[in-house]
Structure formats: C-alpha cells, structure tokens
C-alpha cells in the first residue's frame, strides 16, 4: 500500500507540474487592435460598399509579430518587406539550397523616412546571433537603423525613438 501511495504522490506533484507551466492565455494589446481597426478602415476606404473580412493581427509568435510590424509599417507609408534567409528543400538533391540572402539579415527591411531600417524579431527565447551583431554593426556604420522586436508594443516604443 505504501508503494502505491508513493505513485499517486508522485502522479499529484507531475500534474502540479504540468499546471504550473501552462502557458497564460493570450492577450491582445490594445495597440494591435488599433492596428486591425486601421487595417480594416483602409480596406473599406480602397472598396467602399464592400463587405471586408476583418484581418486579425497577433504578437506571440515570431511569425504573427513580423506580420503585424510588416502591416503596421506599410499601412503608415512606409516600405517594408520581409526578407527571407532560410533557404529551400530540394526534394531531388535531398538537401536545403541557400536562399542568396546573406546570413545574419534582419527579418524585415524598411524604409522610414527615408532612412534604411533593419528590424529584428526576436521573440520568447529566441537570441540574437554572432552573425545578426555583425549586420546590425554593419548597417549602423552606413548610417542606417537597426531595431530588435520581442513585443509589437516594444517595436512601436522604438519607431517613437526615430
């Protein structure tokens, strides 16, 4: 009986375990939605009469966050485009081919005001690389801007800076 007593204690403390680390449920910051009101405001004035599905915009994944700074940017007249470095599959050779971007680009290039910006995204616990450093080096030397993201709240904090 001791032995059994010892199991359910130690099953117990797993799944005490478990709900600890459950990850909070997400929430929105009020930012993004003033960017999915906007986005939407834009749609409706390009086709008015139209019936627009509403584009939703997130920030916990890198992927959700480099969409909504990539919007963000375009819908306030600014260039940006989001550069791709991983490369692809080649099913025939069986191997990654590289993409021809140089390795440590940022995530999205922009153009603000003139001025070349380079954007990283950087999100949970995603680090920064010797080789992003050396870019981020390079394109401050050139007189351009080099931004790390983690939050899209953290990335208009640093667009106010500009």
């Known amino acids: 009986m001791d032995e059994i007593n010892k199991i359910l204690e130690y099953l117990q403390a797993k799944d005490a375990e478990k709900r600890e680390r459950r990850k909070q449920p997400y929430s929105k910051p009020d930012s993004l939605r003033q960017l999915e009101r906007l986005h939407l405001e834009r749609k409706n004035a390009k086709r008015p009469g139209f019936a627009h599905i509403k584009t939703t ?3 916990d994944s890198a992927n ?3 969409r909504s700074i990539t ?5 306030h007249g600014h260039f940006a485009a989001r550069v791709n470095t991983t490369g692809t599959y080649n099913q025939k050779l069986k191997k990654y081919i590289h993409s021809g971007s140089r390795r440590g680009m940022a995530d999205i290039t922009a153009v603000i005001n003139g001025r070349h910006v380079s954007i990283e995204i950087k999100h949970g616990k995603d680090r920064i690389l010797p080789e992003q450093l050396k870019v981020k080096s ?6 351009g801007i080099y931004i790390i993201a983690s939050t899209f709240d953290n990335f208009l904090q640093q667009i106010k800076n500009l």
């Open 57 to 59: 915009f997130r920030d």
């Open 138 to 143: 390079e394109i401050e030397q050139a007189g």
């Open 71 to 75: 919007a963000w940017l375009q819908l």
């Open 64 to 66: 959700a966050l480099t």
